[in-house]
């Protein structure tokens, strides 16, 4: 749950805030009351109070049918199933890298898609520049260089008169 809706249901007057999540996402709210043994009738009585009802929306667990309809792509997708993917996206790198391709730096494996992350497809580069317009772009004063000694093969200094 977003720091958004955690304040819209945490903030006095929060029985506005329900309501509007209950005609959203109503059907999931009543399965996750129904798990717990309660039914959504039963809203503003003893056995549920309205109270009872924010408590249980603000602390849906991962995977609660709730977080499901909230945020369909990330629901599933837990930090054990992140770091699975990365191991299983190294495993797979380390593979390629001793394949030939790997060692021509070509056929790059793709990432597993992980949820809610969009994979980048934009290539950037094109010509060399020369490094004075690098050093103009970037708004670089070079200082000029200083003369240097020459040297000969073993960069030893040789004497010029």
């Given at each position: 749950?977003?720091?958004?809706?955690?304040?819209?249901?945490?903030?006095?007057?929060?029985?506005?805030?329900?309501?509007?999540?209950?005609?959203?996402?109503?059907?999931?709210?009543?399965?996750?009351?129904?798990?717990?043994?309660?039914?959504?009738?039963?809203?503003?009585?003893e056995a549920l109070s309205w109270r009872d009802l924010?408590?249980?929306?603000?602390?849906?667990?991962?995977?609660?049918?709730?977080?499901?309809?909230?945020?369909?792509?990330?629901?599933?997708?837990?930090?054990?199933?992140?770091?699975?993917?990365?191991?299983?996206?190294a495993v797979i790198a380390g593979n390629w890298m001793?394949?030939?391709?790997?060692?021509?730096?070509?056929?790059?494996?793709?990432?597993?898609?992980?949820?809610?992350?969009?994979?980048?497809?934009?290539?950037?580069?094109?010509?060399?520049?020369?490094?004075?317009?690098?050093?103009?772009?970037?708004?670089?004063?070079?200082?000029?260089?200083k003369s240097r000694r020459a040297r000969d093969a073993?960069?030893?200094?040789?004497?010029?008169?």
């Amino acid at each position: 749950m977003d720091d958004v809706q955690a304040r819209r249901w945490s903030e006095p007057g929060g029985i506005t805030g329900l309501v509007q999540l209950l005609e959203e996402h109503g059907p999931a709210i009543e399965y996750d009351l129904i798990k717990l043994g309660l039914r959504l009738r039963l809203l503003g009585s003893e056995a549920l109070s309205w109270r009872d009802l924010l408590v249980i929306v603000q602390h849906s667990e991962r995977g609660s049918a709730l977080q499901t309809s909230l945020r369909p792509d990330d629901a599933q997708w837990g930090m054990s199933e992140h770091l699975l993917a990365v191991v299983a996206d190294a495993v797979i790198a380390g593979n390629w890298m001793q394949s030939r391709d790997g060692q021509k730096n070509r056929n790059r494996p793709k990432p597993i898609p992980r949820p809610g992350v969009v994979p980048e497809s934009k290539k950037f580069g094109g010509k060399a520049e020369s490094m004075d317009t690098i050093r103009d772009w970037l708004g670089w004063d070079v200082p000029p260089q200083k003369s240097r000694r020459a040297r000969d093969a073993r960069g030893r200094f040789i004497k010029t008169t």
